[in-house]
């Protein structure tokens, strides 16, 4: 397979599953919305509390995942051309590849880090 074939299947695939979910996310919100307009037509009083318990933020807990999952993924792929290939040119590409989500990841986890640090330093809370 050549690889612009290569690439551009790589890019439907990546195409058809973006757009799946978003079909998911359509289809929950209106799942969501229909549920809201059930319980203020049955109950209008229960409402404003339902619907204060749906607006209200959640807190989100997934930033340090996502930092260390792009850096477990740069640091696959600096050492899988290392471990599979003795050509140093791959490996420099391949390293120089690896440097994005590395980057990127330290990036999140420092800044989730700071973030962190400033909520248990904050003496209003």
Same mark, same amino acid.
């Given at each position: 397979?050549?690889?612009?074939?290569?690439?551009?299947?790589?890019?439907?695939?990546? @195409?058809?599953?973006?757009?799946? =979910?978003?079909?998911?996310?359509?289809?929950? @919100?209106?799942?969501?919305?229909?549920?809201?307009?059930? %319980?203020?037509?049955?109950?209008?009083?229960?409402?404003?509390?339902?619907?204060?318990?749906?607006? %209200?933020?959640?807190?989100? &807990?997934? #930033?340090?995942?996502?930092?260390?999952?792009?850096?477990? =993924?740069?640091?696959?792929? @600096?050492?899988?051309?290392? =471990?599979?290939?003795?050509?140093?040119?791959?490996?420099?590409?391949? =390293? @120089?590849? &690896?440097?994005?989500?590395?980057?990127?990841?330290?990036?999140?986890?420092?800044?989730?880090?700071?973030?962190?640090?400033?909520?248990?330093? #904050?003496?209003?809370?």
């Amino acid at each position: 397979m050549p690889i612009t074939e290569m690439i551009v299947s790589i890019a439907v695939a990546g @195409a058809l599953v973006l757009g799946f =979910i978003a079909v998911l996310s359509l289809f929950a @919100a209106r799942i969501r919305h229909t549920t809201i307009r059930k %319980a203020i037509d049955t109950n209008p009083e229960l409402a404003a509390g339902m619907l204060d318990k749906l607006t %209200a933020r959640k807190e989100r &807990s997934g #930033d340090d995942r996502l930092a260390l999952v792009l850096i477990a =993924i740069g640091v696959a792929m @600096a050492v899988a051309p290392v =471990i599979a290939v003795d050509d140093p040119g791959i490996v420099r590409f391949a =390293i @120089a590849a &690896s440097l994005f989500p590395l980057l990127v990841g330290g990036a999140l986890w420092l800044r989730y880090r700071a973030v962190e640090r400033a909520r248990r330093s #904050d003496p209003g809370e």
